[in-house]
């Protein structure tokens, strides 16, 4: 079982930035990857980014270069700075986690980027 609670969303003008981390608590399994996805008001929900346990990342081309996925293993949390934003970056982020077994969810945090 993984529990996971987002923190760092918020209200920010255009072209800031935001850092959003994600806490994993677990028992059994180990975590595999840990990722982050959005969805937006009427739209479905989007992948961003994941990284792996050994560190790999991969990357959403909506956010390549402005986006940065990074992982704590030993305090079981993932972090995306967020750069550069963009108004169309508005949406609820959630944080993802994946086992053998199973895949989780965390509840989300707001993110609004005003014009």
């Known amino acids: 079982q993984v529990q996971l609670v987002e923190s760092g969303g918020g209200l920010v003008q255009a072209g800031g930035s935001l850092r959003l981390s994600c806490s994993a608590s677990r028992s059994g399994f180990s975590i595999n990857g840990m990722g982050w996805y959005r969805q937006a008001p009427g739209k479905q929900r989007e992948f961003l980014a994941v990284?792996?346990?050994?560190?790999?990342?991969a990357y959403d081309d909506s956010v390549l270069g402005r986006f940065t996925i990074s992982r704590d293993n030993a305090k079981n949390t993932v972090y995306l700075q967020m750069n550069s934003l963009k108004p169309e970056d508005t949406a609820v982020y959630y944080c993802?986690?994946?086992?053998?077994?199973?895949?989780?969810w965390g509840q989300g945090t707001q993110v609004t980027v005003s014009s």
């Open positions: 990284v792996t346990s050994g560190g790999s990342t």
């Open positions: 993802h986690a994946d086992t053998v077994l199973s895949d989780y």
